[in-house]
């Protein structure tokens, strides 16, 4: 098992950054891949970005690239996402996932470990 819990949503200003947390705890948080998504209402949930165990390897969806920058600290057991540039359109519940293998990284259906989520919300 491995619980994941996100921290650092909030309210922010069209062009804001915000640094999003997701703490792990349970089996060994390093040896798993990592992916961040969001769920906008009345949306499908999203991948945004992720990142694999060792940190070598990362994937964005086009809608965040250059603006976001998913990274992982093995020793802290966290994975961040630094969001920058916000838009209005990015705002939606982000969650972190954990998934045991980082080529499906933008399949949902692959990650086995959720978080409860934390708001992120966009003013213009």
């Known amino acids: 098992q491995v619980q994941l819990v996100e921290s650092g949503g909030g309210l922010v200003q069209a062009g804001g950054s915000l640094r999003l947390s997701c703490a792990a705890s349970g089996r060994i948080f390093s040896s798993y891949a990592m992916g961040w998504f969001r769920q906008a209402p009345g949306k499908e949930r999203e991948v945004v970005a992720a990142i694999s165990w060792s940190g070598v390897r990362t994937a964005y969806v086009d809608s965040v690239k250059g603006r976001f920058t998913i990274s992982r600290d093995n020793a802290k057991n966290t994975v961040y996402l630094q969001m920058n540039s916000l838009k209005p359109e990015d705002t939606a519940v982000y969650y972190c996932?954990?998934?045991?293998?980082?080529?499906?990284?933008?399949?949902?259906?692959?990650?086995?470990?959720w978080g409860q989520g934390t708001q992120v919300t966009v003013s213009s």
């Open positions: 996932a954990a998934d045991q293998s980082f080529t499906g990284w933008g399949t949902r259906a692959l990650y086995n470990y």
